[in-house]
């Protein structure tokens, strides 16, 4: 069975509410398409008014973040029923940002993507490497480290609805993506890792994208390669560019 690319957009922190709106308008007539999922991953504060932009549309909504708890004294968190509830379908977990500047462990995000499968959230979990670990030849290494405690107690079931996102650091905001063939080598090493894992109908199944400085202009070559299942795409998701990701065949 062919895998359903899913290209993702992450706003991250852009958009106000009404910015957000007339965002998706604009998009609107672009971004349709028959046999890709578009996903917009909006601001906490967007999330609702996306939601009722995009009704009728093939488009469904991420948040970009998500607590672990069900419910209480936990200032300034969201939590999944939330979401739910809000008409969200899928979560963006463990970007290398929220890894970076608000200290999220594996072991932190284990327990968010856990959350999301027992909410029937999708989970659209971030895995990367640094230049640093690159250039020190660990990549694989790294990556399997995150992938592996990240689906901790992930059932088979649930790991095939999955998402994974590829990052390299290095290529997220800078232009500098990496070449097709590095990303096809990664995304490659987190499906065979997967069927170490389970098995390798679970590996056929989940669906792994690559993000970092993905543009109109990269996209086809990227989303060629066999392991990559689409993209998750930052910078360019905020322009009329994304359409032509999407659509980029
Ligand atoms: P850019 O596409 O802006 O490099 O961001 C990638 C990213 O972090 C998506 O989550």
Redesign the pocket.
């Known amino acids: 069975m062919a895998r359903r690319k899913i290209v993702a957009g992450?706003w991250?922190m852009n958009m106000t509410p009404s910015e957000a709106v007339a965002l998706v308008e604009t998009l609107k007539p672009l971004v349709q398409s028959e046999d890709v999922d578009v996903v917009y991953g909006v601001p906490a504060i967007d999330i609702i008014p996306v939601v009722e932009a995009v009704k009728g549309t093939n488009v469904a909504v991420a948040a970009e973040n998500m607590y672990f708890e069900e419910k209480g004294a936990y200032t300034g968190e969201i939590s999944p029923a939330m979401l739910v509830d809000a008409g969200v379908k899928y979560v963006?977990l463990g970007?290398?940002?929220r890894r970076d500047y608000f200290k999220e462990t594996d072991a932190d995000i284990n327990k968010k993507v856990l959350k999301a499968f027992e909410h029937g959230l999708t989970p659209i979990m971030?895995c990367g490497e640094s230049l640093e670990q690159r250039q020190q030849g660990i990549t694989m290494d790294w990556i399997r480290q995150q992938v592996k405690i990240g689906f901790q107690n992930v059932t088979a079931d649930q790991a095939k609805t999955a998402v994974i996102?590829y990052?390299p650091i290095w290529?997220?905001?800078?232009g500098m993506t990496a070449t097709s063939e590095q990303a096809e080598e990664v995304c490659k090493g987190i499906r065979e890792c997967i069927a170490e894992m389970y098995d390798d109908a679970t590996a056929a199944e989940i669906r792994i994208q690559y993000?970092?400085?993905?543009n109109a202009g990269n996209a086809a070559e990227l989303f060629a390669m066999p392991d990559i299942d689409g993209g998750?795409?930052?910078?360019?998701?905020l322009k009329a560019d994304f359409g032509k990701i999407v659509n980029y065949k």
Do not use: R
């Open positions: 992450n991250k963006i970007h290398s940002e971030c996102a990052e290529a997220i905001g800078t993000g970092g400085s993905v998750l795409v930052g910078g360019a998701s």
